[in-house]
């Protein structure tokens, strides 16, 4: 078949090249890459800048960070170096977090997608299913799950893609109705094209800004929810993670203040560039909505 | 009124599938049903065991077994916890009020004042009031609400020695009733605060965002027109609609503040659900967990069916399914 030119990207208001100048003009979005970057450097590099093993005792415990013979960040109740931890405890984190968003992002998009696309009795059914995931209280369903089975980070991974994902479909839904019917759709259906042509080819570019921000915005929100399950003790015990640091330390962050604040420094600026740069991409795709 | 039956109806669904799971999640489990079901790390005794079995049914196909439960959830029967020799709707009983107290101030904090910084930064949107706004829904959004908690008690235990950081009541406490709400409710002032300051900050910048389109629509140029006051076109006039928004997002997130509400009772030490799911993990109390699992979904079906009647209260012509909105909103 001769290839006929899809009136694809005709929706995609600012294209893509636009969108990233604006992007770029944005000093808060530019920021949020920059820590994110940082953020990532950290976490691959950082160990062989900083030689210190995470589990060490390398001094007296509670050395508060600015006393003789403490690490730049201190250490804490049994001597170990936080600075070691929050260079080392980001891996785990970022590793979860991604393999959500991949889980979050395939089971919402498709159906989303599905349901937005086909309406009726398949939407119906699907926005149920997809209801049922959003009664579940979140934390208490992954903390369960994590409990009757291994606290791996396969098994928290699963845990947070299969309790995140609704939010993701519910706007896939939301735009694959709002496109569905427009003129360029109507085009590919007349020239013969596939269901799944018209999905995937048709309508799923022209859906993808919204999506890249929720996307963006749940990696955050996937970030806080490993830090949460960790702090409760409920993360994977072989691996240091911030949730991890913070929740171990939980018992005498009153007289060493340290032990808690630099590992939660780092979720926060990790989620903070998350936020920063769904926001900036959410205004370089639809400048209409800037500032608010 | 049909509408409002349809939705009751499925509400008990989501209820009933929502116990499915339950079931379903004890038998996909690794090990013995029974010996997850009793709970105690596999440190059951026999007899406890064949006891399991025989309430459970444990020795019968699936089906019959998830009939037999189904009908004792039914019954409000929740299963023992061992370590407590307690029923388990009983203790959820106990630590339910503390819960709802909890999440329901921090929620009403975080939309009324949310509601009124959105509204007056909206009307001035370049001010630095309103830039103020973007930046502390960024920081709040991104804060994790257990480590906003443990800052907040270490500020207040070491700088401002003012309030109580840990609990619900005082040790040493006998006063009279009143001085007894009054002791609650001073304990109740962090937690609350830590939990509602994430939110707030999300619903200050999404009513803002839903004045600012609101304030643009054609009704509230003809409300100019016609010289009604300019306090009367906002806090009558448009309040309405710009509210409508971040009523949707509260209820959507209601699951989402639950699970918060989690962190904060076990920073706070504070005597709710979140805190017996807490401790019946390490406990490996499987029963109580299941139950506080349970009767959180009933309470997220019930805060969506609450969200649904306050639709009504606040704007008549609403067609439940036909909303949307066009803001900013990450739930």
């Keep these: 078949m001769t290839d006929v030119m899809m009136p694809d990207q005709q929706e995609l208001v600012p294209a893509g090249r636009d969108a990233w100048r604006m992007f770029l003009r944005n000093r808060a979005a530019v920021a949020g890459l920059i820590m994110f970057f940082g953020i990532l450097f950290m976490t ?31 250490t804490d109740y049994l001597g170990r170096d936080v600075l070691a931890g929050v260079i080392n405890g980001g891996s785990t984190t970022l590793t979860v977090a991604a393999i959500a968003a991949v889980m979050i992002v395939a089971i919402g998009v498709t159906i989303g997608a599905l349901a937005g696309f086909y309406g009726g009795t398949v939407d119906t059914v699907l926005m149920r299913f997809t209801e049922f995931f959003q009664v ?35 706007l896939t839904r939301a735009e694959f109705l709002r496109l569905r019917n427009l003129e360029f759709v109507k085009a590919a259906r007349a020239i013969g094209s596939t269901d799944l042509r018209i999905i995937s080819r048709v309508i799923f570019p022209n859906a993808l800004p919204p999506l890249i921000v929720s996307t963006t915005l749940v990696m955050g929100a996937a970030i806080l929810f490993e830090a949460g399950l960790a702090f409760l003790g409920l993360g994977d015990p072989n691996t240091l993670s911030w949730g991890l640091m913070i929740g171990l330390n939980r018992g005498n962050f009153l007289n060493a203040w340290w032990t808690v604040t630099f590992p ?18 959410q205004d370089a795709f639809n400048p209409k909505l800037r500032g608010r | 009124m049909r509408t409002a039956a349809a939705k009751i109806a499925q509400s008990l669904g989501l209820i009933l599938a929502v116990i499915v799971l339950n079931f379903s999640l004890i038998h996909l489990a690794p090990g013995d049903p029974a010996v997850v079901i009793a709970g105690e790390s596999g440190a059951a005794s026999p007899e406890t065991l064949a006891q399991v079995r025989a309430d459970y049914g444990l020795d019968k196909p699936f089906v019959t077994q998830l009939g037999i439960y189904v009908g004792q959830v039914a019954r409000g029967d ?7 020799g307690r029923s388990v709707t009983s203790l959820i009983a106990d630590r339910l009020w503390p819960t709802v107290l909890l999440v329901g101030t921090a929620l009403i904090f ?5 509601v009124m910084a959105g509204t007056f930064t ?4 370049e001010s630095p009031a309103s830039h103020a706004v973007t930046v502390l829904a960024l920081i709040g959004y991104s804060m994790p609400v257990f480590w906003t908690g443990i800052l907040l008690v270490i500020l207040f235990a070491s700088v401002l020695k003012i309030l109580p950081i840990s609990g619900m009541h005082d040790v040493e406490f006998d006063g009279g009733l009143l001085a007894s709400w009054l002791d609650v409710a001073r304990h109740l002032v962090l937690p609350a605060l830590t939990l509602g300051v994430i939110y707030l900050a999300q619903y200050s910048r999404l009513s803002r965002a839903s004045m600012l389109e609101v ?8 409300a100019r027109a016609k010289g009604l006051a300019e306090k009367v076109v906002v806090y009558k006039h448009a309040l309405r609609n710009a509210v409508i928004p971040v009523v949707t997002i509260a209820g959507l997130q209601f699951g989402a503040l639950l699970s918060g509400a989690l962190l904060v009772e076990t920073v706070f030490n504070w005597p709710g659900l979140g805190r017996l799911a807490f401790d019946s993990i390490l406990r490996r ?30 704007d008549p012509r609403i067609r439940v399914g036909a909303r949307r909105t066009r803001t900013k909103v990450s739930t």
Excluded: C, K
């Design chain 2, 285 to 314: 109390d499987t029963p109580v967990l299941l139950g506080v699992l349970l009767m959180a979904a009933v309470m997220v079906v019930v805060a969506n069916l609450l969200t649904d009647l306050l639709y009504r209260v606040i």
């Design chain 2, 78 to 84: 929740l299963g023992e916890s061992f370590f407590f």
């Design chain 1, 44 to 74: 691959f590099f950082g160990p062989m800048l900083y030689d210190e093993d995470p589990n060490d005792i390398v001094a007296r415990p509670f050395l508060e960070p600015g006393t003789e013979g403490a690490p730049a960040m201190g």
């Design chain 1, 264 to 281: 939660g420094l780092a979720i926060f600026i990790t989620v903070l560039s998350f936020s920063l740069i769904g926001d900036g991409l």
């Design chain 2, 215 to 222: 304030l643009q629509s054609d009704y509230i140029r003809t």
């Design chain 1, 136 to 170: 579940l209280p979140a934390l208490l369903f992954a903390m369960v799950v994590v409990t009757l089975f291994e606290p791996s980070a396969r098994t928290i991974s699963i845990a947070i893609g299969l309790v995140l994902w609704p939010s993701l479909a519910r």
């Design chain 2, 122 to 125: 909206a009307r001035r949107p």
């Design chain 2, 110 to 114: 975080a939309i009324v004042l949310g």
